[in-house]
């Protein structure tokens, strides 16, 4: 790959960051329009790596093309988020059924540990993918890499909506509430009893906030 490549290369990964730290730490709003002229102005880079960024981030489902209306934020509609959340539900317990009676939950707790401190320094991104890697980690557990990758595809998409309920939590809830509920899902995992952990989930609050 030549010097020019490497450079568009760069910039496509460059931009294609910034736009998906925006949209889901919550900053651009669902549906928000995408003006090409401005992030190019924005980002300093020309129409060519932002429209590869604009088409990756299509492929994870945080952006659409809409015909003749160019390029918006993701919407879901009530539907489309009950739909993944039960795809989510699914994909959770039947994970959570194959977990060993000796999984390693070293990176779940690692993955708390983050939590701790995104929530310490009120990072509101970095509460939103801490909690999407805590939840990875847990259905990692199950040992099947291809629902793994699915199940993450789908905590991608809802992280959207999840960044609308983690600033509502803000407004309405301690911020140590979401680490604490995390704290009793992993204690659940700690006893190895699926039954427990499959209650610990339901009783877990991810849709309290949904609109």
Known sequence: MGDEELESHSLVDLAYDR????????RTDPGERLVEEQLTRRLGISRAPLREALRLLAQQGLVEHIPRRGVRVATLSDDDVRELYEVRDVLERHAVACIPPDADLAAVRAALEVMRKATEAGDRLAIA?????FHVAVVA????RQLSALYESVLVRLQLYMAVNLRREAEVAEPSDGVHRHERLLAALAQGDTDTIVSA????GARTYLP
Do not use: Q, T
């Open 19 to 26: 736009l998906s730290r925006e949209i889901l730490s919550g």
């Open 129 to 133: 993918d801490a909690h999407r890697l």
């Open 141 to 144: 557990l199950g040992g099947n």
């Open 201 to 204: 989930l339901s009783a877990h």
